[in-house]
C-alpha cells in the first residue's frame, strides 16, 4: 500500500539560469537516526521565467511505529518577483495509518505565516495553509486517494472546501501517474449548481 510523503518546498542558492539553460535545481540530504526514525532536509531553487523565482528549504522528521506513520516538517520559501521578495515560513504535520495493505487512512495539515497573493500566473505554485484528510485504497499497481481539503485561496480571501480524488497508476518501479481530479470536480458541481438556480 503506498503512503503519501509529506512534500515539503525546498530551498537553494544557485542564481537564475546557473546552469546555462537549465533554471531548477535541487539537493537532498538523508540520514536514519534511528531503525524508527529518519530526518530529510531539501533544498530547490526553481526559476519561473518572466513570472518569479522560489527559493526553498525544509526539514523532515520521519517517525515510523508499527502501523502509524508520523511525518512533520519545517518550511521556508522565498519568492522573488517584479515587485520584490516575499518570505513564507511554515510547518506541516502528517499521520497515515495502515489498517491493512490495502487500506490507510491520512490526516495532514500545514501552516504558512502568510499566503501572499503574487499574481493569478502565480497562484498555482504558492502553496497556502491548509488541512483535511483522506483514506488510500488499492495496491501497488493501482490505488485511489479519496478525501477532503480546506484550504486557503488568497484570490478569494478565504478558506475553501476541495474534495480529493486522485486516481494513482504505477507504470514502472519508477514511475507513478497520479491524477489529481478534485479541483475538477468542484468546479463541475459548482457549474451544475448555477445552472439549477
Known amino acids: 500500500m503506498p503512503k503519501t510523503p509529506l512534500t515539503p ?20 540530504m538523508s540520514t536514519k537516526i ?9 533544498g530547490t531553487y526553481r526559476s519561473y521565467i518572466g513570472l518569479m523565482d522560489v527559493q526553498s528549504v525544509s526539514g523532515n522528521m520521519q517517525y515510523s511505529l508499527g502501523a502509524i506513520n508520523m511525518q512533520g516538517a519545517l518550511i521556508a520559501n522565498r519568492y522573488h518577483y517584479h515587485r520584490g521578495i516575499i518570505s513564507q515560513y511554515g510547518i506541516s504535520g502528517q499521520i497515515v495509518y495502515s489498517f491493512n495493505p490495502n487500506l490507510s487512512a491520512t490526516i495532514f495539515g500545514t501552516y504558512y505565516n502568510t499566503n501572499p497573493f503574487i499574481s493569478m500566473a502565480a497562484f498555482p505554485f504558492v502553496p497556502t495553509t491548509s488541512y483535511g484528510g483522506y483514506m488510500t485504497v488499492g495496491n501497488n499497481s493501482f490505488y ?50 448555477m445552472k439549477n438556480r
Do not use: C, Q, W
Open 9 to 28: 518546498m525546498p530551498f537553494a542558492t544557485e542564481p537564475p539560469l546557473a546552469y546555462e539553460y537549465d533554471a531548477n535545481h535541487s539537493g537532498a
Open 34 to 42: 534511528s531503525k524508527d526514525l529518519k530526518f530529510t532536509a531539501v
Open 144 to 193: 485511489m486517494n479519496l478525501g477532503v481539503e480546506r484550504r486557503y485561496n488568497t484570490f478569494e480571501h478565504k478558506m475553501e472546501t476541495v474534495p480529493i480524488i486522485s486516481p494513482a497508476f504505477k507504470i514502472s518501479n519508477k514511475v507513478t501517474v497520479e491524477l489529481p481530479l478534485g479541483d475538477l470536480v468542484k468546479h463541475v458541481v459548482e457549474d451544475v449548481i
